[in-house]
T-cell receptor, first 113, second 112 residues
Framework: KQEVTQIPAALSVPEGENLVLNCSFT??????LQWFRQDPGKGLTSLLL?????REQTSGRLNASLDKSSGRSTLYIAASQPGDSATYLC????????????FGDGTTLTVKP | SQTIHQWPATLVQPVGSPLSLECTVE??????LYWYRQAAGRGLQLLFY??????ISSEVPQNLSASRPQDRQFILSSKKLLLSDSGFYLC???????????FGQGTRLTVV
């Protein structure tokens, strides 16, 4: 059974700092990994999708990497801003069975002005 | 462009009452559809998924059921709610098993 772990559970940083969020998974037989952002009481917003054949994806100040063999992914946020404050979730997906996703519990990020 | 609608945003229901949450997707055909539940401060647990009209798969035994009466409509139901059904319910879709998943804004259900 796939298990996804996100460390740390919470992170507080001053504005402008670069930071890394971690996601690890136990079964490396994944098809892709997706990073989401969730604001309090809201749905999930997709940030980046990395296919299993890819090593990284970039969007603006965000960079996600994937090391499938070691079961790890990182989300790098450059020059953090207070508006980046949210919970960040990673989800790994199998290629079969309708692409069901297994989620981590998330990292709650607070960026202080 | 594709959009997903989920309603209501919040719902307070007494124990033993029925439930119907609706999710619709626009701008795509034959999407994979998913219902998730999120406990406070936790990740998401997949409840149901559907790869086509009338095709429903359940991931966990529970007091809930799902239906897909139309291609882009996914409904989460219960005949009699329990206190333990309280939570944040999220609907999601993707074009296939290998593509990006998109989520609705969620329904906060409180059973009292």
């Amino acid at each position: 059974k796939q298990e996804v772990t996100q460390i740390p559970a919470a992170l507080s940083v001053p504005e402008g700092e670069n930071l890394v969020l971690n996601c690890s998974f136990t079964d490396s037989a994944i098809y892709n990994l997706q990073w989401f952002r969730q604001d309090p009481g809201k749905g999930l917003t997709s940030l980046l999708l990395i296919q299993s054949s890819q090593r990284e994806q970039t969007s603006g100040r965000l960079n996600a990497s994937l090391d499938k063999s070691s079961g790890r992914s990182t989300l790098y946020i450059a020059a953090s801003q207070p508006g980046d404050s949210a919970t960040y979730l990673c989800a790994v997906r199998r290629g079969t069975n309708a692409g069901k996703s297994t989620f981590g519990d998330g990292t709650t990020l607070t960026v202080k002005p | 462009s594709q959009t997903i609608h989920q309603w209501p945003a919040t719902l307070v229901q007494p124990v033993g009452s029925p439930l119907s949450l609706e999710c619709t997707v626009e701008g795509t055909s034959n999407p994979n559809l998913y219902w998730y539940r999120q406990a406070a401060g936790r990740g998401l647990q997949l409840l149901f998924y559907s790869v086509g009209i009338g095709q429903i798969s359940s991931e966990v035994p529970q007091n809930l059921s799902a239906s897909r009466p139309q291609d882009r409509q996914f409904i989460l139901s219960s005949k009699k709610l329990l206190l333990s059904d309280s939570g944040f319910y999220l609907c999601a879709w993707s074009e296939g098993s290998h593509t990006e998943a998109f989520f609705g804004q969620g329904t906060r259900l409180t059973v009292v």
